[in-house]
């Protein structure tokens, strides 16, 4: 089953090549000239609601509002979110990426809650690009502990309360190509466990897994980055590729010395020049960690990557290990030419490594489709409706915006 997936991960890469000679950048990519509608505009003709006349502007911000109540797919039960995303230009909309800024509060019905924000600035011609991530969270959440082979009912529930302050500043050394610093703190409050197991017995991990103490990371980053997508909420053609090496010690506050490298790379490519949408995406990332001593909330484990959108089709946390490694693909269509439907299909693969020999042993698959609703056509933004499946387990997830 896992070659199986494979295939179905990397079968289209030749054709995609070759499909990169008719363009393969937002430059080259041909417009349809059908007018491009989306969920605002049928709200208006809805309830027959004309939109203003305003003057021109240099500057405008696109907003998109999406309150709604779902299953959780991660964690189980009921949630309730919303999700405000606001994309903007700083700049000349010819030479300046679109920023981006998203809220999205949540909560469910098991007790866990949270105050995620994340944005991704662009300053005049992307000569700075500034990424923040800020994250205040009630998270009770199982885990499945060290290694790939682990029962899917062999599992623990963990509860903590979390804040997250990622911050980065990245100048422009070429177009496309950026290097800087950032800092990172995770704060994991108040690890505590159900019954008389402890998260130390259960996992026969050291670090970070003492009852009812915190679990204190602090420290710098150095960042690289290569970004030649135009509009990172819905990527059009173009390339993704960043280096993140994260230094944590006691300098800075940190309980224990600790450092990481997360390598992310991300193609788009467009599959035909004009007409509807018709793009496949590939996404991997290599995540691990490069000393002892890292507290095991921060292990790399699937869906707490930066971005924490990896591992459709899996719980959250389902794998965890010293080191992780990920594939993903997902080609993307339109159904009307105007824009407002379209679908997807995709496939992932992850494993991560066991606790005794570090090898990657084990690989977990996973595949689904889902729905896209044009919710903003001027920043591109989507409603994101998602089923995957993998084995004992499958998932709806819904979002604003793509999953990567």
């Known amino acids: 089953m896992v070659k199986s997936l494979l295939v179905v991960l990397f079968c289209l890469l030749p054709m995609a090549m070759q499909a990169q000679s008719i363009t393969d950048t937002a430059a080259g990519f041909k417009k349809d000239t059908v007018p491009q509608k989306d969920v605002i505009d049928i709200f208006r003709s809805l309830f027959d609601i004309k939109p203003r006349q305003t003057a021109p502007q240099k500057k405008k911000v696109y907003f998109s509002f999406f309150p709604t109540s779902s299953s959780d797919g991660r964690s189980g039960g009921k949630a309730l979110f919303t999700s405000t995303t606001a994309g903007f230009y700083l700049g000349d909309q010819a030479t300046t990426n679109i920023s981006s800024f998203v809220f999205t509060p949540y909560f469910n019905f098991r007790g866990r809650y949270g105050l995620p924000i994340r944005s991704n600035i662009w300053l005049a011609n992307n000569e700075w690009n500034i990424q923040g991530d800020t994250r205040l969270m009630v998270y009770p959440q199982y885990t499945w502990g060290l290694g790939g082979n682990q029962a899917s009912t062999d599992k623990f529930l963990v509860n903590y309360n979390y804040l997250r302050f990622y911050q980065s500043v990245l100048k422009q050394i070429k177009p496309y190509f950026y290097a800087g610093l950032g800092y990172n703190l995770d704060y994991y409050i108040d690890i505590e466990s159900n019954g008389d197991q402890t998260l130390r017995k259960f996992t026969g991990y050291r670090y970070g897994t003492a009852a009812d103490q915190d679990a204190f990371s602090s420290g710098m980053t150095v960042n690289l980055l290569y970004d030649s997508r135009k509009n990172s909420i819905n990527p059009l053609p173009g390339a993704y590729t960043n280096i ?59 869906g707490w990557e930066p971005y924490q959108r990896a591992g459709r089709g899996f719980p959250q946390s389902r794998y965890r290990g010293d080191r992780l490694v990920y594939f993903e693909t997902e080609y993307r269509r339109d159904i009307t030419r105007n824009g407002l439907l379209g679908f997807v299909l995709f496939a992932n693969v992850n494993a991560v490594t066991e606790p005794e020999d570090h090898s990657f042993m084990y690989w977990h698959p996973a595949g689904g489709t889902g729905l896209r609703f044009k919710f903003n056509k001027k920043s591109g933004t989507n409603i994101s409706l998602d089923y995957g499946v993998s084995r004992n387990f499958s998932s709806i997830n819904l979002n604003l915006g793509e999953t990567f």
Do not use: C, E
């Not at 035909?272 to 890292?294: D, E, I, M």
């Open 244 to 302: 993140v090496y994260r230094v944590n010690t006691k300098i800075f506050g940190s309980h224990t010395n600790w450092q990481s490298l997360y390598i992310d790379m991300r193609k788009y490519l467009q599959l035909s020049s004009t007409g509807p949408k018709n793009v496949l995406a590939l996404w991997a990332f290599y995540w691990t960690t490069l000393t002892p001593r890292t507290p095991y909330l921060n292990l790399p484990s699937l």
